[in-house]
Nanobody, 126 residues
Framework: QVQLVESGGGLVQAGGSLRLSCAAS????????MGWFRQAPGKEHEFVAA????????VYADSVKGRFTISRDDAKNTVSLQMNNLKPGDTALYFC???????????????????WGQGTQVTVSS
């Protein structure tokens, strides 16, 4: 099992940027799909972005496309989410997640991910 710990959240004004990081321990997450999800109060987990096992493929939610960039560094066991031009609608608790079944390709459904971090809060003020 992999333990995931997110960091980098905070309070930022609309139009600002934040960079989230997710550090893995326990086992390396090589050969895993890594994803970012978010959850606003009273809502379900929403897919944000994911990156495949070798970093060659990425998928983004339409709401963040062109503003967010996901990347991974398997040597450091980290996955990052660079968030630019943040909007108040991006306010949520952001989670890092791991899908061990990398051969299936990127899946946007939260239920397909096996390991989750505790989340880091992102708040965007208008």
């Amino acid at each position: 099992q992999v333990q995931l710990v997110e960091s980098g959240g905070g309070l930022v004004q609309a139009g600002g940027s934040l960079r989230l990081s997710c550090a893995a321990s326990g086992r390396t997450f090589g050969n895993s799909i890594m994803g970012w999800f978010r959850q606003a109060p009273g809502k379900e987990h929403e897919f944000v972005a994911a990156i495949n096992w070798n970093g060659a493929g990425t998928v983004y939610a339409d709401s963040v496309k062109g503003r967010f960039t996901i990347s991974r560094d398997d040597a450091k066991n980290t996955v990052s989410l660079q968030m630019n031009n943040l909007k108040p609608g991006d306010t949520a608790l952001y989670f890092c997640a791991r899908d061990r079944e990398y051969w299936r390709g990127i899946d946007r459904r939260a239920g397909q991910y096996d390991d989750w971090g505790q989340g880091t809060q992102v708040t965007v003020s208008s």
